[in-house]
């Protein structure tokens, strides 16, 4: 996970309330991601940047908003909690001008909304 | 739709021994195929990535191959480990108008024992 950093690594809320995870990284990729990941399903893409304050919605989007004001972070934020988000997120990143568009994850944040 | 379809689900396997785990997928225009391994309470880390032309790929005891006309690919661990105790996913990428629209599997989770 050298150069990307999550935080918080855990977090329980409750519903309703507002919730803001963060994406760090160190290594001037352009393209980062959010994801979600829950049992039964293979990662799901919330949504995407491609650069500073680009930004666009992955295939389970509802209830998350995004922001990037620097090339480093990247922003999900929960505008009002719901159980349904309990999940694990994963933040990536990628360097699409390179040869390989491969893909290096977060550790992830573990997320309950209770 | 785009599927990744990954089997078994999970597999026990003796130290030592090898295995291999199936990756069958429905995703146009195929792009690259690659795989990822993840430890329990980590991000996917890359094992391998296979363009169209290729159909075999090698890292340390690990060995990816992909038939693309079948849609399949295969990921065999050699002489396995303890430490190789993980969930294995299976990832597709296809270009959709200069952008890698990619899709994961569920993963195939792997427990070595002793």
């Known amino acids: 996970d050298a150069g990307i950093t999550q935080s918080p690594r855990h977090k329980v809320t409750e519903t309703g309330t507002p919730v803001t995870l963060r994406c760090h990284q160190t290594e001037n990729h352009r393209y980062m991601y959010w994801y979600r990941q829950d049992p039964g399903h293979g990662l799901r893409l919330i949504h995407y940047s491609y650069g500073v304050k680009d930004t666009d919605k992955g295939e389970v989007s509802d209830g998350y908003s995004v922001s990037r004001s620097k090339t480093e972070d990247f922003l999900l934020t929960l505008e009002s909690a719901t159980s349904s988000q309990t999940s694990v997120y994963f933040c990536?990143?990628?360097?699409?001008?390179?040869?390989?568009?491969?893909?290096?994850f977060g550790s992830g944040t573990r997320l309950t909304v209770v | 739709k785009n599927q990744v379809e990954q089997s078994p689900q999970s597999l026990i396997i003796l130290e030592g021994k090898n295995c291999t785990l199936q990756?069958?997928?429905?995703?146009?225009?195929?792009?690259?195929l690659r795989w990822y391994k993840q430890d329990t309470g980590r991000g996917p880390v890359s094992l391998t990535i296979m363009t169209f032309s290729e159909n075999t790929k090698s890292n340390g005891r690990y060995t990816a191959t992909l038939d693309a006309d079948t849609k399949q690919s295969s990921l065999h661990i050699t002489a396995s480990q303890l430490s190789d105790s993980a969930s294995y996913i299976c990832?597709?990428?296809?270009?959709?108008?200069?952008?890698?629209?990619?899709?994961f599997g569920t993963g195939t989770k792997l427990q070595v024992i002793p």
């Open positions: 990756c069958n997928y429905t995703v146009s225009p195929f792009s690259n």
């Open positions: 990832v597709v990428s296809a270009n959709s108008g200069g952008y890698q629209k990619v899709t």
């Open positions: 990536a990143i990628s360097d699409p001008t390179g040869t390989s568009y491969g893909y290096t």
